[in-house]
């Protein structure tokens, strides 16, 4: 199997448990949404995107492509793999604000953050989505993919364990730091602090 297939299966693996797990969180708001925050643009960037592409032909979407609605469909979207990261990305208030804590709410940014985490610098300084030439896909480098995923994979490990189970595993600050780095729920420094990190996570 080519390094690009390998990458392809892996990601696909990821994704498919991230999405399996943010579902739990976003689908009882997003059934009911009445102002869906899909837009056709952010469906434009999966087909402009080679490496999402690829995705989609080794999970092939449940509707066509639409011009006027992208994936868009009367049941959600139609991708079953490949969304782009921004889709991820967004948290509207309503999923936030269902948070209880200050940390939970963190912690689910850090999920949402972890699509985009996986693709940056996939290629020197470019992200997996902003390589624009399919030749250049055979380019990609196992090795280098799988320091994003073994981030991807922390990052989804320690999240998905506090919020089942209110555990929280410090150690694991830096890479949340490095997955999202503006976030301010705890500071570079304030991470070293063990004493001072365990009164910030459980306090809020
Ligand atoms: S993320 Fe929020 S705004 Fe977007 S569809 Fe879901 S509930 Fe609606
Ligand atoms: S979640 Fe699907 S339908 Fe919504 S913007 Fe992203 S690709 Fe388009």
Known sequence: MSELNKIVEKYIDFEKRLRAFMDTICAQHCRNCDDVCCRQEFCRETIESPFLSLLREKAPPLATYSSEFGWLTETGCALCMGRAPVCYEF????????????????????????????????????HLVEI?????????????????????????????????????????????????????????????????????????
């Not at 948290?91 to 209880?100: P, R």
């Not at 940014?109 to 693709?119: E, F, Q, Y």
């Not at 189970?165 to 830096?174: A, E, I, K, M, V």
């Open 91 to 126: 948290l509207c208030t309503d999923i936030l604000a269902s948070q209880k804590t200050k940390f939970d709410r963190s912690m689910i940014k850090v999920l949402s953050a972890l699509i985009n985490h996986l693709g940056k610098n996939a290629l020197g300084p470019r």
């Open 132 to 204: 624009l030439h399919k030749e250049d896909l055979h380019r990609l480098r196992l090795a280098r993919f799988e320091k994003r995923l073994n981030d991807a994979e922390a990052g989804l490990n320690v999240v998905t364990t506090y919020l089942r189970n209110q555990s929280f595993d410090g150690r694991y600050l830096p890479i949340l730091v490095r997955i999202t780095p503006s976030q301010v729920y705890v500071s570079k420094d304030f991470a070293k602090d063990e004493h001072r990190k365990q009164k910030s996570i459980f306090n809020n």
